[in-house]
């Protein structure tokens, strides 16, 4: 980005109207994704100076546990909606958890699941980091993924959705080729950056679980409503230039027991519409790719 | 700009969680859990039942419901007093009907000023949980230890002294806790606390103590206090949380159902006969197993 610019010129402005037609595999009209975020954070993680981990001091036992629910209980419960329905997962990886619970990757892995880095910890935030130490974060995600999982990543969500004005330009220069982290499309679009290339994959925060149920209050079948809403429309847009729908996702918010029985209700519902190209995050931008 | 060096560095990244507390354990690969009598699903209602001195206490934080407006704060003090005074006998009447023996987390200092209450919840055959001294009783790491231990035997002497019997359970206030609490509560002779909500089922500390996970996201504060739904609403996410529960229950061992209420929240006229009909649906149906927090954790440890 123009570090310091009004305008950061992340991207060329270009107006939903009159694009060249995207079409997705199948003549399908929508890439629907599933993001689910698998993350770890720390129970007494050090201090970044502009911004706190926990509103409560250390053990927030109930920001805590809340989000261990994911890796002992609440990962396999959705990981088996999805999977029972045929949407494999683009995950969005605290890379640490690789070695806190093996176990939780070495699931997605077997489930044909793709990953990208979403940071070391989501207690850890990028604000502030000199150049060397933002490298060594991204160094640290490609080679823990590929020791893992035997997956070279390919995209990047930032830590708690933290930046700084390198990032996007330092992950295109270390050859990944996505990013979830902007949100002015409802299509893959280009990302401007110093070397390699960058695509923008539509992630949202909109029909992201956390909002859908922490800033939104939706009800768990107000949520559930959403998503078929949201893909209806998008599927019928897709007609004249392939849309893409991502379902982001945590756990230990959307695998409760009052949530997972809708939720997999819009599963169903999506699967069964005919006019979604069920797909990975990077298979989505290759297939974008293909048609520029 | 650079952070300290600090930041970049990750000395609990390792095989297990960051801390010594408990260790990790998937559900999916537990030894299923049998329920008494088949039962497939626990229903472990549990009522906190809080007194809000009118003069409320900040440290180490002060209570959700507590006191808001300048003193002397009417609204809020009379309002949670009206939980105590009403909203729990609706709330007894609702168990009876249903059959439900339930845990009541309680303030000691409820049991002092109405023994009455503490009388009528013990002769119906419920649990008394320990749930610190008052509202201004809250715990957070910076508490001075001493305090912390003084707090947690008040707590458990006067529910003991008034109900004739020292409470095996515990539930924090807000579910806070500091890094002293696991150890202060198993050095009072606490069985289980309630605060961590990382599980679907009892499980064990390092250090003995038992955690019974008192779902905070099922609570009445969390679905009609905060995220403002209706009483029918959350009736329905209740309903909705046991058809998926008694589902993998079928195959996968007995589950459990924590509904944790609040007599000034769900014992309002407009909103308990909701929950009456709620508990009618949850006793007629052949799975549940309505049962206090203590009678659960028992049942659990005797198949472990």
Known sequence: ?292 | MSLEPGYLTYPKRRLGYDHDLYRWSALRDRQPVSWPAGKKVAVWICVSLEWFPILPGDTPFRAPGHMVTPYPDYRHYTSREYGTRIGLYRLLDAFAQAGATVSVATNSTIAERYPAVLADIVAAGHEIIAHSTDMNGTVASGLPIDEERALIATALGTLERVSGKRPAGWLSIARSQSWNTVDLLREAGVSFCCDWVNDELPWRFNNGLINLPLNHELSDREIIATQQHSAESYAEQIGDAFDWLAGEAATRGGRMLPIHVTPYIMGLPYRIDAFETLLTTLAGRAETWFAPGGEIVDAWSAQQ
């Open chain 1, 1 to 292: 980005m123009q570090d310091g610019m009004a305008d950061p010129g992340l991207y060329a402005f270009s107006p939903y109207r009159g694009r060249p037609k995207i079409v997705w595999p199948g003549g399908k009209t929508v890439a629907v994704w599933v993001a689910p975020n698998l993350e770890y954070y720390e129970i007494d993680p050090p201090a970044n100076p502009q911004r706190k981990s926990w509103t409560r001091p250390h053990p927030d036992v109930v920001g805590y546990s809340h989000r261990d629910h994911s890796n002992r209980v609440s990962h396999w419960r959705m990981a088996d909606a999805m999977s029972r329905h045929g949407f494999p997962g683009s995950v969005s990886l605290s890379v640490a958890l690789c070695q806190h619970h093996p176990e939780v990757v070495e699931d997605a892995a077997k489930r044909g699941w793709e990953f990208f880095s979403h940071g070391i910890y989501n207690t850890r935030y990028s604000y502030g980091m000199d150049e060397a130490q933002e490298r060594a974060v991204i160094e640290d995600s490609m080679a823990t993924v590929l020791a893992a999982t035997g997956q070279r990543i390919r995209g990047w969500l930032a830590p708690a959705l933290t930046h700084t004005p390198r990032t996007l330009d330092l992950i295109a220069e270390y050859g990944l080729d996505y990013t979830c982290d902007l949100y002015h499309d409802d299509q893959v679009q280009a990302v401007n950056v110093k070397t390699g290339r960058l695509a923008s994959i539509p992630y949202s925060l909109e029909v992201n679980d956390h909002f859908g149920f922490f800033v939104y209050h939706m009800s768990p079948r107000a949520y559930a409503d959403t998503l078929i809403r949201q893909f209806e429309r998008l599927a019928r847009e897709g007609e004249a230039s392939g849309t893409v729908m991502c379902i982001p996702l945590h756990a230990y918010l959307i695998g409760q027991p009052h949530r997972i029985g809708p939720f997999e209700r819009a599963l169903e519902h999506i699967a069964a519409d005919g006019r979604a190209w069920i797909s990975r995050a990077g298979d989505i931008v290759d297939a974008w790719r293909a048609q520029q």
